[in-house]
């Protein structure tokens, strides 16, 4: 046990990218950042970082190591913030990743219930997509991860049975845009009435291409030219509004464009859903702060649930 400080210098050049940069954010000197990870590396007989010329970067022993130490960081913060609860308040670090849906719309409330339970927890959100966030969950980066749902096949990064899925909705993708579009001054909107305009998808680019590809082939007509993938609500909106681009995206997303009135675009047939919900590793199950952001993140998907007449939340392993 005599070096397990050390895992946190270990983490910090991992998190840096290199020693000078982990030992600027850590406050120590990099000769002492670089003789605690030697003498890591010499207790565990292996090297965990491969020195490059700009920065650093894990051999196999250090992704091992990786995980491991993520696990007694995770268990470590958890420590402080089980047993602080019982004497002076709740402390420690609890790093979560949201999809950009769950980050934008429902942790806001989330995040504001944690904070009125546990005011010395320190929460650090990472946002993005699945694809970026599951291998981070699985690494040990994040404790838990809120968003569309792994699966266990066909593609998706399958966790394995060490992790617990909690199936809160399905979440709608439908067509949007600008409320003056010129789409709308007809009676109705023909899915080739779309091709004349440029199309956009927010954040589920690739699943949301197959999805136009193949509504489009269905009806024997070419796919639309989707001229714009953004991460950026931002740009989104403002490509739509000002510019007559037509936008995929998440049906919950809609509700946020801040006055820019969009409209939904009925194509008849096209609305898909995937599922969302939370996932996180079945040790931390009973974690308190954790077991209080499945809580309040039931509440605020419950109104969206209702809305498409789902089941209650259930687990999947």
């Known amino acids: 046990m005599h070096d397990i400080w050390r895992f946190q210098h270990f983490l910090g050049v991992v998190d840096a990218g290199s020693f000078h940069g982990a030992a600027r954010a850590m406050n120590i000197s ?106 981070m969950l699985k690494s040990g980066d994040i404790r838990v991860y809120a968003g569309g749902i792994p699966r266990t096949e066909g593609g998706t990064l399958n966790l394995g049975a060490a992790f617990r899925t909690i199936e809160l ?80 995206m998440p049906v919950p997303l809609s509700a946020t464009s801040e006055g820019r009135d969009l409209k939904e675009v009925a194509l008849d047939g096209f609305r898909w859903s995937i599922p969302t919900g939370i996932t996180f590793h079945r040790s931390f199950a009973d974690f308190a702060p954790i077991t209080q952001m499945i809580r309040s993140l039931k509440a605020v998907t419950e109104p969206l649930r209702e809305r498409e007449e789902l089941p209650a939340p259930r687990i999947r392993s």
């Open 30 to 135: 990099q000769p002492a950042l670089t003789k605690s990870i030697r003498l890591l590396e010499e207790a565990f007989g292996a090297e965990l970082f491969l020195r490059l010329p700009r920065g650093v970067r894990l051999t196999e022993a250090g992704e091992m190591m990786h995980i491991r130490a993520r696990e007694v960081e995770a268990a470590w913060n958890a420590a402080i913030v089980e047993v602080g609860a019982q004497s002076n308040g709740l402390g420690g670090t609890m790093r979560i990743g949201g999809g950009p849906v769950y980050s934008s719309v429902h942790f806001p409330n989330m995040l504001a219930d944690l904070r009125r339970r546990f005011p010395h927890l320190k929460v650090q959100v990472s946002t993005g997509v699945g694809s970026e966030l599951l291998p």
């Open 169 to 248: 909705y399905q979440q709608q993708n439908a067509i949007f845009a600008s409320s003056q579009h010129p789409l709308f001054q007809k009676d109705r909107v023909e899915p080739a009435d779309t091709l004349a305009y440029p199309w956009l998808c927010l954040f589920s680019g690739q699943q949301a291409n197959i999805q136009i590809r193949d509504y489009f082939e269905a009806r024997g007509l070419p796919e639309p030219r989707v001229a714009l993938e953004s991460h950026s609500l931002q740009i989104a909106f403002k490509m739509i509004a000002e510019h007559q681009f037509i936008g995929c």
